[in-house]
């Protein structure tokens, strides 16, 4: 089993919609959590953190269960320029150890 | 430059040759990492550096894999005797003592390998 899954879509979306991603993750150890952001041949971006209280960043709300050992990401009102590959990220110890990368999701967001 | 570097940007090699990758991370950061992304794929973990030394090395797949770190600051890796089975692009990325916590690599753009 991967340590990190996610649906890989692609999400074929219009403009204005709410999409929301999920992962889930294999390590019950794992302590921090992330999305990141790959545009099609460019190098991934932190886009953000996943709080165990949930977070949002303008259109963007992350969550963590950790008792389901699950990860979401909402995107509300969606725009062009959000068209992208959502990565889930997990670092199951803290202390600069590796980064585990999911799959991705690719989004596609339609005029 | 203020980002990651890493050169060359685009290797075509043939099957068995020996190619070296380069990465100059941001100045400063202490961590480095590089990962492989495949297509279709997330990035998947080679070896990360704290300082000089492999923290981990665990995700090299195979000994034609190594990687070095002399100074602290830029990294090699270098694959011996290639495979079709390499081509991938390699990503570098750096970051600083809090980005276990934090979770923000900064990745360069990478190098793209592709073996004949």
């Known amino acids: 089993r991967k340590e990190v899954e996610q649906d890989p879509g692609p999400f074929n979306v219009p403009e204005g919609a709410t999409v929301a991603f999920n992962c889930t993750y294999s390590?019950?150890?794992?302590?921090?959590f992330f999305w990141y952001r790959q545009d099609c041949r460019k190098e991934p971006k932190l886009l953000m953190s996943?709080?165990?209280s949930g977070n949002e960043d303008g259109r963007f709300t992350a969550q963590l269960n950790r008792a389901s050992q699950y990860i979401s990401l909402l995107i509300r009102d969606s725009k062009l320029s959000d068209s992208a590959t959502y990565l889930c990220?997990?670092?199951?110890?803290?202390?600069?150890?590796?980064?585990?990368f999911g799959k991705g999701t690719r989004l596609s967001v339609i005029a | 430059g203020a980002g990651v570097s890493q050169t060359p940007s685009n290797k075509v090699t043939e099957k068995g040759k020996y190619v070296e990758l380069r990465c100059d991370p941001i100045?400063?950061?202490?961590?480095l990492y590089w990962y492989r992304q495949s297509l279709g794929q997330g990035p998947e973990f080679l070896i990360y550096?704290?300082?000089?030394?492999?923290?981990?090395d665990s995700g090299l797949p195979n000994d034609r894999f190594f990687a070095v770190r002399p100074e602290g600051s830029v990294s090699t890796l270098k694959i011996q005797r290639t495979e079709r089975g390499d081509s991938a692009v390699y990503l570098c990325?750096?970051?600083?003592?809090?980005?276990?916590?934090?979770?923000?690599?900064?990745f360069g753009e990478g190098s793209r390998l592709t073996v004949l």
């Open positions: 550096f704290q300082g000089t030394g492999a923290a981990d």
């Open positions: 990325a750096s970051s600083d003592r809090g980005g276990g916590l934090t979770g923000e690599l900064f």
């Open positions: 996943v709080y165990s």
């Open positions: 100045s400063g950061h202490t961590a």
């Open positions: 390590n019950s150890a794992s302590q921090s």
């Open positions: 990220v997990v670092i199951v110890n803290s202390g600069n150890t590796p980064l585990v």
